[in-house]
């Protein structure tokens, strides 16, 4: 059936005013949705440009000499819901304590691996400043902050895992199984993780938003940690590092880690 | 048309099975989900008809504000301040999940991820 030259013109004119009262309608059916709404970040929080974490290793020491029990670890874990599993392949960490020998693989120096025998180094997420797993993430779920943290949005990781493949410093634990069965306390103002997510250490980005220092570095009875901002010269963490020699994991790799250990 | 006093009472009969469920619960009122609400506040963050229709699109926004701009804070239409915090401030009214939260989401048969991570109060509480 050939369509006439009327009929054809009939319909281009009922399309457009069909797809104008489609777009009228569309607009009524969102109306209502769109509201002065505004965000901020509150004002009780505290403003960095490039968070760091200075970590005193012979206060630490001290402290675990004294019998601190490793507050740090206890109290994160604690607040963030990171279950403790017995299978070390499995398990899930965000602070945990390795030996020097392992911390520092690239320091073959002998006298040193002797002075640092037994000195605990307590290791977690580096916060790079360019950082490879951020690079391999396809979904974005692993992305850099403003202010330097190494977030992750848990909601969008897939789990493939490319991140832990990319990261030199193992900062990242896979879940393998629903997380939950393995925890025996929970902090009801903070979620858990499901099977399938990987997770690490987010310098405790939903403290600093309530003003408040990471939960390691409160928790610490020796203040053996010290958290603050590297970009400005007057913090705590700049005065240190100008003063005191510090080692930072596998610098070399260009990571750009943002977690220093005091060795002197 | 063919076979029209075939086809026409059957499409009918096709139209009257697919309604069905429409036609046994008709003016039934106990069928409508009845959610608890919070005794004490009588004010949401927003009006609740806008909560009705967007609460989704609303936590999904504070998500993306908060995780991925570093927002937590939100200012409501009325002027008032609240932290972006599904545990932190939405669940701290609505104290109960399976009393508020799946009444709905069971009725229209939509099961949403969020309590795979987030812990719903009632949750919490037996844990302890
Ligand atoms: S496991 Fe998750 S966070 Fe890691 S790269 Fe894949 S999607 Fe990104
Ligand atoms: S330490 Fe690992 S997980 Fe943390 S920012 Fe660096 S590469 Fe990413």
Known sequence: MAIKRRDFLKLTGLTLVGTAASAAVGD????????????????????????????????????????????????????HNVPSIPDKKKEIKWIWEDEFEHAFPEQTDEYLEEIFKDVPFMLLCNQCDNPPCVRVCPTKATFKREDGIVM??????????????????????????????????????????TKGVVEKCLFCYERLAQGKLPACVEACPEKALIFGDLADENSEVSKILKERVALRRKAELGTGPAVFYLID | MYNAEKVIPFIIILIIFFTIPMWLNFGRLEAIPQPELPKEEKKCVESKEYMRAYHMKLLDNWRKKAIRENQHLYTASNGKNYTISLQRTCMKCHTNKEKFCDKCHNFVITHPDCWDCHIAPEVAKKWQ
Request: aromatic letters at 12%.
């Open chain 1, 152 to 193: 992750m949005d848990f909601h969008r990781c897939i789990g493939c895992r490319f991140c832990m493949a990319a990261c030199p410093y193992g900062s990242r634990s896979f879940n393998w199984f629903d997380p939950r069965k393995y925890l025996k306390k929970v902090n009801p103002e903070y979620p858990t993780r």
């Open chain 1, 28 to 79: 009524l059916l969102t109306r209502g949705e769109v509201k002065a709404q505004e965000y901020a970040t509150p004002p009780e929080a505290l403003k960095g440009k490039r968070w760091a974490m200075v970590i005193d290793v012979k206060k630490c020491k001290e402290g675990q000499k004294k019998g601190c029990g490793k507050k740090c670890i206890e109290v994160c874990h604690y607040l």
